[in-house]
């Protein structure tokens, strides 16, 4: 598949080197190097697809031009929107053009990840009571010394989407709604940590920062017949993955964990499977129209003015 990496920033970067030979040109308006300006300096004849590495506002405008050049797509989280239903257009667009229209996410790919979903659907765990999760990395600085970045609710669509969708991922749940517990703003303009619930079954509490000096992940779920628990990430392991075991009426669970000391695989597994989308044009657009829905309605509820999210 012959493919073009649109923006090359740092998510960028990391698309062109895993797709390797498979690029055929890079774009980008203000980075030295780019092969191209604009998309559509680009020649149509030498592409069959596009991973789009760009920010947030020109995403949809971008994913309708090249759904109707026949490209499938690949474009990095969060697809944001004042109207869900500008999500839901661009799906039916890319499915009457049969185009795979697909947003990234790669956390979907980490193997706790698949490791904790196989678990809770296996029914081991029995009656899932609630999830916490944590994720917090330390781009504060970076993010207040963007022009683009450090704007409307901040860590909120940028760490945010990934749990919300990690949620979706685990449970499923399409119609689950969230609401903020605490937003703060203790370096940057926006938003630079964030929490969120839901009250849902299992009862959900997120959060997400950008003031952990150490990056971290932990995810824990606790249930009727014990808990699973992750703590970090591949790509900043040791990531580690552990099953408690109740023992009744109480006392210290049977325990087993499984250590991954590794490259982070998600990113090479992620375009592997876009590469199997693209042979059917497969859109997964629904999904971002739940977490869309789901992030608008948590950064409503505060202090923002309503749709200054979308900033």
């Not at 229209?101 to 009656?127: D, Q, W």
């Not at 014990?226 to 006392?251: D, N, Q």
């Not at 997964?284 to 309503?306: G, P, Q, R």
Request: aromatic content about 10%; charged content about 25%; overall charge negative.
């Amino acid at each position: 598949m012959r493919v073009i990496v649109v923006g090359l920033g740092i998510q960028g970067r990391k698309r062109r080197q895993i797709a390797g030979g498979d690029v055929v040109a890079t774009v980008d308006p203000v980075v030295a190097g780019a092969d191209y300006k604009y998309v559509g300096d680009v020649p149509e004849n030498i592409y069959d697809a596009a991973l789009l590495c760009i920010p947030d506002r020109p995403k949809l405008s971008l994913i309708g031009e090249l759904i109707s050049k026949g490209k499938h797509i690949l474009v990095e989280k969060p697809i944001i929107a004042a109207e869900t239903a500008e999500i839901r257009a661009l799906a039916e667009k890319a499915r009457a053009a049969r185009v795979a229209c697909y947003t990234a996410y790669n956390h979907r790919f980490e193997p706790h990840f698949v490791r904790m979903k196989e678990l809770i659907n296996s029914g081991e765990l029995g009656k899932i009571y609630f999830m916490r999760m944590f994720y917090g990395n330390g781009t504060a600085r970076d993010v207040r010394n963007s022009e683009w970045r450090d704007t409307g609710a901040g860590v909120l669509p940028d760490l945010g989407s990934h749990l919300v969708d990690t949620v979706l991922f685990f449970f499923g749940d399409p119609n689950r709604e969230f609401h903020p517990i605490a937003f703060n703003r203790f370096e940057n303009r926006a938003f630079d940590r964030f929490v969120i619930g839901s009250s849902g079954t299992p009862e959900i509490e997120l959060e997400m920062t950008l003031l952990s000096w150490r990056n971290h992940f932990t995810c824990d779920v606790f249930a009727e017949y014990g808990s699973a628990h992750i703590e970090s990430l591949c790509k900043w392991g040791p990531s580690t993955f552990t099953r408690r075991i109740r023992v009744l009426p109480s006392g210290r669970p049977q325990e087993n964990s499984v250590v991954l000391t590794q490259a982070d695989p998600t990113w090479e597994l992620e375009y592997t499977h876009f590469k199997s989308l693209c042979e059917t044009g497969a859109v997964n657009l629904e999904n971002d129209v739940t977490i869309n829905k789901a992030l608008a309605s948590v950064a409503n509820a505060t202090d923002l003015d309503h749709g200054a999210w979308l900033a």
